[in-house]
């Protein structure tokens, strides 16, 4: 991934030199199994933890003798040692420690990408109870429908990304697991406690069963999980983009001192950061389709996903961690207009208060149909006329011998619509 889209702490994660020091890590702990078990002298496992260790530039110098990076590796390990590097790579296959060094890595990825979540779900949660009692108007179909709070769009946000948040946890438990079970994987060269051994040591999971490499499944499930968590992120901002058009101006992201918009205009102020988030979750559903095509494998094995592997997955989980610190930025530092909120409440001239209107109708006996028929015409007058819509109700010579002007001025008041803000908070676990 590029800088641009990607933290110094996931590209260390994944950079060349940490792969091959967590490749060391898998081929002495293999050596550890073995001397553990009476397979390695006890001298030449105190040399191996001793002496073993590689030089980046050798080992992309045998690679270009060997055009293998494992091969590579192993050589430029071996010479390090003596004698005793002929228990280097002992009895393995070269995706033993290949994928289970990935698990390792994904680990680590994982537990900054968790604190990520984490920070994300305290901001919604305190802009949430911010504006738990900011009014605003709803929009089903982009058009105005009932008032609702400007909190509950944080509360939702906070209960969905509580769910990919849970389901991300589970897909971690699937793709940090290790193998160390040999060539077509049925432990024929390598013993099974090795690969136990191992998986415990590193603080893996190790598999029931393989081939030679790990089953994809796991892999597709994790970033279909990781994309899950873009899609939401992407929700987010997409709202933010369309609160803050001109003609509804709800909220706008912050725009620091010097910040420019365009170069052609200088009064724009772009919604860029939530454009950004659009994108970014639009490569996220990418990467997703590329490993799912990663499970069908030939046999026990090809290579085919290697090099889907090596791009995609990284770069998803990179990009993944980046999304969700600049969203949490995004958020936390949200400019809000309640007053503007209040004004395209009233946009209108009242009509959003129809369904109440109509609602009191028919607790006056008059059938749905009729109370929908007569509000119906009013809203449409009040709409397409410029009118106010409580003085089209007020005075319709039917609902006046129905309605006293008290009950009337009852459909149009907010705090009806805020009655049931807390239980709903409650329910999500905000409070």
């Not at 105190?46 to 530039?57: E, R």
């Not at 290579?303 to 980046?322: N, T």
């Not at 015409?377 to 129905?402: C, G, T």
Request: proline letters at 2%; hydrophobic letters at 35%.
């Amino acid at each position: 991934m590029i800088d641009r889209y990607s933290s110094k702490e996931m590209r260390d994660l994944f950079s060349d030199q940490h792969k091959f020091e967590t490749f060391l890590k898998v081929e002495l702990s293999c050596s550890k199994s073995f001397y553990k078990h009476g397979v390695i002298p006890q001298k030449d496992f105190d040399k191996l933890n001793k002496n073993a260790s590689f030089s980046l530039n050798r080992i992309k110098e045998l690679e270009q003798i060997t055009h293998h990076d494992v091969i590579a590796f192993t050589r430029a390990v071996s010479e390090t040692l003596t004698d005793e590097k002929r228990w280097i790579h002992y009895l393995l296959t070269s995706t033993d420690v290949v994928d289970t060094s990935n698990g390792v890595i994904y680990k680590e990825a994982n537990t900054i990408i968790k604190s990520r979540i984490e920070e994300m779900l305290s901001t919604l949660k305190e802009k949430a109870l911010e504006y738990e009692n900011t009014p605003c108007i709803g929009r089903t179909h982009g058009i105005h429908a009932d008032i609702t709070s400007f909190g509950l769009k944080f509360a939702l946000y906070y209960d969905e990304l509580l769910r990919n948040y849970n389901r991300f946890k589970l897909s971690c438990k699937e793709i940090e697991v290790g193998k160390i079970s040999g060539a077509v994987g049925n432990f024929a060269n390598v013993p099974s406690y090795v690969q136990d051994d191992v998986c415990k040591d590193l603080g893996l999971t190790s598999v029931n069963i393989s081939t030679q490499v790990l089953q994809r499944d796991r892999h597709a499930f994790y970033v279909s999980c990781l994309t899950l968590l873009a899609s939401t992120l992407e929700k987010i901002a997409t709202e933010i983009r369309l609160l803050q058009q001109t003609e509804i101006r709800e909220v706008e992201e912050y725009f620091s001192p010097g910040q420019k918009g365009s170069s052609a205009m200088p009064h724009k102020r772009n919604p860029i950061a939530s454009e950004n988030i659009v994108g970014c979750s639009r490569m996220m559903r990418g990467y997703m389709i590329s490993i799912y095509e990663d499970i069908p494998l030939w046999h026990e094995r090809d290579i085919s996903h290697s090099s889907v592997e090596r791009v995609s997955l990284p770069d998803a989980i990179m990009l993944i961690e980046y999304m969700l610190k600049r969203m949490n930025n995004i958020v936390s530092k949200l400019i809000v207009y309640p007053e503007r909120m209040l004004k395209n409440i009233y946009l209108t001239h009242g009509v959003i208060f129809s369904q109440r209107v109509m609602s009191i109708l028919i607790k006056k006996d008059l059938s749905r149909e009729e109370a929908y028929d007569l509000v119906q015409v009013l809203a449409q007058k009040s709409y397409n006329e410029d009118i106010s819509f409580i003085d089209l109700v007020r005075n319709q010579p039917i609902i006046k011998q129905l309605l006293t002007e008290e009950e009337v001025e009852s459909c149009f008041t907010l705090d009806y619509y805020m009655k049931s803000v807390d239980e709903i908070y409650h329910r999500v676990g905000i409070k």
